[in-house]
C-alpha cells in the first residue's frame, strides 16, 4: 500500500536559513508521481512539484530544490535563504500509476514550517 | 482557465444534524474528483473520489457519504453529524488527459467544519 512520510511535524528558522523538509515513501509500484504542496495560513493547497519514478534528476526552481533519490525512497524539499512568506505546512504526496494503482493521490501529515523575521 | 469553488466556506452545525457540501469545478470535462478531510493536526484524509457520474468510491467507513449528480459538481453529505466530522473539507480535482490519471490535484479553498 501507498505511504508517506514527513518525520518533521514543526520546523522554525529565521529568515535567510536554508530549510529542508523530509519525505519518505514506500510503494511496491515501480511508475508512481510524487508531488509537493504548500497550504498557507488561508488553507487552500497549492500545487509545488511533480515527479515521476523514472526521473531521478534534481529540479530547481527559483529558491526551491527537490531530491529525489530512490535508494532511500525520499523526495526531500529544500527552501534556499528562507523568507517569511515560506511560513505554511508542506505537504508531500505519492501517487502509483493507474495500470498498477488507483487514482488516488496519499498525503503525509505534512510539515509546518515557520520562518521567523 | 479551470476553477474549483466549494461552499460554504464555513460551517457550525449541532450534533445530529445532516450536512451538504458543494464542489463544483469549471473549465474542464470528465475530471476526476476527490473529497478529502484534514483533521487539526493531522494529515489529509481521502475520503472519497469520483471518475465519473455516479462513479464513487469510498476510502473508509464513515457516516458520510458522496454523490456526483452532475459531471462537474461533487456533493459530501451526512444524515447525522458526529462530533468527530469537525475538520477541514477539501474538494480537488484531477485531469484525465491522455487517459493518465498521473497529474497533480487542484484544490478548492475549503469547508471547515465545525459539530458542537
Known amino acids: 500500500a501507498q505511504k508517506v512520510t514527513q518525520a518533521q511535524t514543526e520546523i522554525s528558522v529565521v529568515e535567510k536559513e536554508d530549510v529542508t523538509l523530509d519525505c519518505v515513501y514506500e510503494?511496491?509500484?515501480?511508475?508512481?508521481?510524487l508531488f509537493w504542496y504548500k497550504q498557507p495560513p488561508s488553507g487552500e493547497l497549492v500545487f509545488l512539484i511533480r515527479r515521476n519514478s523514472f526521473d531521478e534528476q534534481n529540479e530547481i526552481s527559483g529558491r526551491y530544490s527537490w531530491n529525489f533519490q530512490k535508494s532511500t525512497s525520499s523526495f526531500n524539499f529544500t527552501i534556499t535563504a528562507s523568507q517569511v512568506v515560506d511560513s505554511a505546512v508542506y505537504f508531500c504526496a505519492l501517487s502509483e500509476a493507474p495500470q498498477g494503482g488507483s487514482e488516488k493521490l496519499v498525503f503525509g501529515k505534512g510539515t509546518k514550517l515557520t520562518v521567523n523575521p | 482557465s479551470q476553477t474549483i469553488h466549494q461552499w460554504p466556506a464555513t460551517l457550525v452545525q449541532p450534533v445530529g444534524s445532516p450536512l451538504s457540501l458543494e464542489c463544483t469545478v469549471e473549465g474542464t470535462s470528465n475530471p476526476n474528483l476527490y473529497w478529502y478531510r484534514q483533521a487539526a493536526g493531522r494529515g489529509l484524509q481521502l475520503l472519497f473520489y469520483s471518475i465519473g457520474i455516479d462513479q464513487i468510491s469510498s476510502e473508509v467507513p464513515q457516516n458520510l457519504s458522496a454523490s456526483r449528480p452532475q459531471d462537474r459538481q461533487f456533493i459530501l453529505s451526512s444524515k447525522k453529524l458526529l462530533l468527530s466530522d469537525s475538520g477541514f473539507y477539501l474538494c480537488?480535482?484531477?485531469?484525465?488527459?491522455?487517459?493518465?490519471?498521473?497529474?497533480?490535484?487542484?484544490f478548492g479553498e475549503g469547508s471547515r467544519l465545525t459539530v458542537l
Open positions: 480537488a480535482w484531477r485531469s484525465k488527459a491522455g487517459g493518465l490519471n498521473t497529474g497533480e490535484l487542484f
Open positions: 510503494t511496491r509500484d515501480t511508475t508512481y508521481y
